[in-house]
């Protein structure tokens, strides 16, 4: 561990975690949903696509140094300016906290607690993704390291000890045409571009691990991507593409289908541990972010705002189970990656302009 | 707000979320629940609708005791002394039916320990799209259970005494897997198996049949049920369903009689492993299959002089093996198209290798391709082993 903020195994713990859980969760049924038997390759294009993405948004956050992204576009830019620029940004991060707690959510009503009111779930993880948040980053990194082993062998227990698989379920590859590959993959993408958290850890990072971040990013996302692939295909060998496109969580049936006993313990432990970290990462980033556009003495004060906005936009839009997954199948990617990127080059622009100021 | 209080709330805050943390919502004691070990689907005696019938565990019995769980009703009973309950109840759908269970039962009726799925003939063949989708949709029944399909009533079965065992679900998961391993009478279709089957290019899936014996005096197995397009389409007997084996290369041991090559008497072998290879042909836009079977044997046992160790005679005796095999499998062949219930894997075959024809027409005209579908069988059997002893009989 690194004597001040977090270090790249913390980094790579978070990453991992954070994508985790909807591989876990969901995610494979919207790649399922349109590439079909060929939902392995949409993953596997997906993380292709996302390491390029992921190195553009670590060239901006080792530029910035120890700056957040919305703390340099505000020095680069001025305070009208900059402040108007960050606005998605610090849009997004509480709403993709609420988007993760209310998917999660769901995935515990449907699965295990049919009775239990949504809102109970709901304002029992925000407060306690606050209370991490409040924390700091440390805190939430050691997290992270405690429970991915169990996350990862959770899942390849999931994906490998499946009874009858039948391998020729994803044959033709591409059966399609590469039209709904492509269609398939934006929504992981989108998933991978969470790492625009980076750009508020600035402060947090630990001297010198720099480099080895980037090296902890790419094989985050190189894991977050064979996991779903590999999920996403033992679900169409076992299901069939039919039926694995019209399960909503088809990892976990694939847990209901195996033979381990005990093993929907330990993937609740995850499942629930790894919800948390992912909102509170997200409640973390956007405090920070909120910390500097309102010229805070302290993030810790723009925490439980923000707990409350995202539980509520976590609440309120969504009626039933099948209007999040339609939000979160077409509207969210395209809004998402649109936000993640052009952060990325907000703060690259920032620190170029902060580079050549300090030149001059 | 000072630093104290802010602590004070999140004290406060902190225990009062223990109160959430007790359990979940509509968490019941295990003295409250009925463990179903069985559920039998049937079509409702009168009118649409289900009657659902569940073999309750009595836990008290399993483990040895005394004493009564539940009384009678009106529903059910307890079968025969068995450490199980027998209960039925009617509903327009399965769900309706299933909450009628739990109005009539001191206890709360739960899937999560069920281990088989009995289908009744009628039901199989009126709804059985509505019957896979409860039994897919709710995360709290196992996919891994057994489904079977009942000859007559699903209730028949499950109402039937177990003979080797303390209860119906066990008795019927002894039957299927002795049926299977030793014998290749019926299928062992679960769940998963069979929705997939049913979702997949061929609409069909195969699994157990059972049916009560004369007298409702227990249960056996019938070969086994054919599903196709929603609905049960057929049956297979033992015979076809050992075929089929041998073509969905599922055959591990199983024993052959043989009448003796170029002799009198017959000979047993044991086969030892058995692979069928779907082989489609669209010759001229004419769609065909070639069916090879690889299917290897040791000789178990000679009722005959005849010389069988030689290599000649190695060879006779495998070439009769080829001709029993091909005959189960023709068999199977010939009942699947009868149906017209594809079980065989041709369609994903097709699917597979003429993808471009199989979207541009062949897979929406494969009902009425499939049973008149030209198919060759192809038998190779190879005797591996003649046992420790050579020639005919010591003992004339």
Redesign the interface.
Known sequence: LAPHGIDAGQVFALLLLMRTVPVLAWLPVLAEGSAGRDAWLAALLATAAAVPFGLLMLAAVRRLGPRTAVEGALEALGPWLGRAAVLPLLAYLPLQAAVVLRINVEGWVATSYPVTPRPVFVLSMAFLAALGARQGLETLGRVAQVLLPASVVAILVAALMVKDPEPSELLPVLERGLAPVLRASVEPLSLFGWFVVLLQFGREMAPGQGRKSGTALVAATAAAGVMLALTAATAVSVFGPVWAARLRFPTLALLNANPVPGLLVIVYAVWVGGTFLGVAVFLYAAAVGWQGWLGLTSYRWAVWPLAAASAVAALVPFATASDLMRFVFYAWPPAALAVQLGSACLALLAAWILGRRAGR | MSRRLARRL?VA?VLA?AG?LTG???ARELDKTALVLALGIDAARQGPGFRVTAVIARPELLVGGGGGLMGGGGGGGAAGGAAQLVWSAEGATLQEARARLNESLPRHVTLEKTRVVVVGEEAARRSLPQVVDFL?RS?RL???DRVLVARGTAEAILRSPPLENRTIDEELMDLVIRGVRLRAMTWDG?V??V??GL??AAQAALTGAVEPLPGGTGVRLAGSALLARGRLAGWLGPEETRGLAFVRSRVLRRSFSLPCPGGAGSVGVDTRSGRGRVIPRLDGGTPSVDLRVDVTAILSDRGCPTDLESPEGVRRLAAALATAVRREVQAAVRGAQAADADVLGFA?AF??RY?REWDRGLGSAWPTVFPRLPVRVDVRARITGTGIMSGPPVVR
């Open positions: 999140v805050a979320s959430f979940c919502w509509g897919t995360f196992p996919e891994t679960d998963i198996t929705t997939r979702s997949d994903g699917h597979r993808t």
